[in-house]
């Protein structure tokens, strides 16, 4: 069975603090591993990762994949309260007859206090 | 990125009723997925709507439960159908969009069930 694992699940910090979140993945067909940003409803696209080694880097905010080890690490650096959100990894996985799906992990949920 | 619109955004319904959630993506997609994230919990596949084809269920759910249509390449429908409380949820539609390989999510449809 295809396997998304986040950790930690919640995590508080203060403003300007560097975190680090972690996903592991045990999954068929892989393909690439998402990063998705949950405030309120829908989730927004953060990263996507295809290759082991190289960082993305948005801002605050870059993440690496190693698909030796099978995870994923998203970085936030200087940490502000708008970062406050649940943060989602997800496998994108081949499904066959040219169809990809998403498994989801559950998602970390980031505090930051001023 | 892509601009998926969820009709409705949200909605209390009384048990034994059904509701029929609209996504709209502004531009032409092969395929569209629709989600439901229970309360605390991550998102979890319903199905891959397909245009021209079926839809694809995942495990726990069925189609008498979940129809799905999907009439063209930029509009995706799901119903759900004989509500009870536990199908309260958010529920959210996704567009996979080739020259990005990733998938995109709409606002969501927040679902209530008396």
């Known amino acids: 069975e295809d396997k998304v694992v986040q950790s930690p699940l919640s995590l508080v910090v203060h403003e300007g603090d560097t975190v680090t979140l972690n996903c592991s993945y045990e999954?068929?067909?892989?393909?690439?591993l998402l990063w998705y940003k949950q405030e309120k409803k829908a989730p927004t696209f953060l990263f996507m990762l295809?290759?082991?080694?190289i960082e993305k880097k948005s801002g605050r905010l870059s993440s690496i994949l190693d698909k030796k080890e099978l995870f994923s690490i998203l970085n936030i650096t200087a940490t502000q309260t708008g970062d406050s959100a649940v943060y989602l990894c997800?496998?994108?996985?081949?499904?066959?007859?040219?169809?990809?799906?998403?498994?989801f992990g559950k998602g970390t949920k980031l505090s930051v206090i001023p | 990125s892509a601009v998926i619109s969820q009709k409705p955004s949200r909605d209390i319904c009384q048990r034994g009723t059904s509701l029929t959630i609209q996504c709209q993506v502004d531009?032409?997609?092969?395929?569209m997925f629709w989600y439901r994230q229970q309360p605390g919990q991550s998102l979890t596949l319903i199905a891959t709507?397909?245009?021209?084809?079926?839809?694809?269920?995942e495990s726990g759910f069925v189609i008498d439960k979940f129809p799905i249509s999907r009439p063209n390449l930029t509009f995706s429908t799901l119903t759900v159908s004989n509500m009870s409380p536990e199908d309260s949820s958010i529920y959210l539609c996704?567009?996979?969009?080739?020259?990005?390989?990733?998938?995109?999510f709409g606002p969501g449809t927040r679902l209530t069930v008396l």
């Open positions: 709507a397909n245009q021209g084809s079926e839809a694809t269920y």
């Open positions: 295809t290759s082991s080694g």
């Open positions: 531009s032409q997609v092969t395929m």
């Open positions: 996704s567009a996979h969009l080739w020259e990005a390989d990733t998938q995109y």
């Open positions: 997800a496998a994108n996985l081949y499904s066959g007859a040219g169809s990809y799906q998403l498994t």
């Open positions: 999954v068929t067909n892989f393909r690439s």
